[in-house]
């Protein structure tokens, strides 16, 4: 899943604006990007999805979700992405299937 799904961005938005060994990510505006987990999880079941916080991607996608404060630590290499710096908002969205994938993608079209 995580292959699909970063194939998938870089058809959408060009190739990755930065790439680690843990995340890949694109930053869309100055003030919105979003990045693919490589590090974990070790299989390609599903995918880590981060994205800076809305209420509008809480209610609108069906995929697991999980909200992070702008107290909250999450994962480093998320921090010089726009949107999901230090003492922001974020959403770490779990894509385990082709729905979920396609809906993500169609979301993001918006």
């Not at 880590?48 to 404060?69: C, G, H, I, N, R």
């Not at 480093?76 to 710096?85: E, K, Q």
């Not at 396609?102 to 918006?110: G, M, P, Q, V």
Request: charged share 25%.
């Amino acid at each position: 899943m995580k292959n699909a799904l970063i194939s998938r961005l870089t058809t959408l938005f060009g190739e990755p604006t930065r790439e680690t060994k843990k995340l890949v990510s694109w930053t869309i505006t100055s003030g919105f990007g979003l990045a693919v987990q490589t590090d974990s999880p070790s299989h390609n079941e599903f995918a880590w999805a981060w994205v800076p916080f809305s209420d509008d991607t809480m209610s609108s996608l069906k995929a697991e979700k999980q909200f992070y404060s702008k107290e909250k630590g999450r994962h480093s290499n998320t921090y010089p992405i726009p949107g999901l710096g230090k003492g922001e908002a974020a959403i770490r969205i779990k894509l385990a299937t082709d729905a979920d994938l396609d809906e993500f993608i169609r979301f993001l079209k918006i």
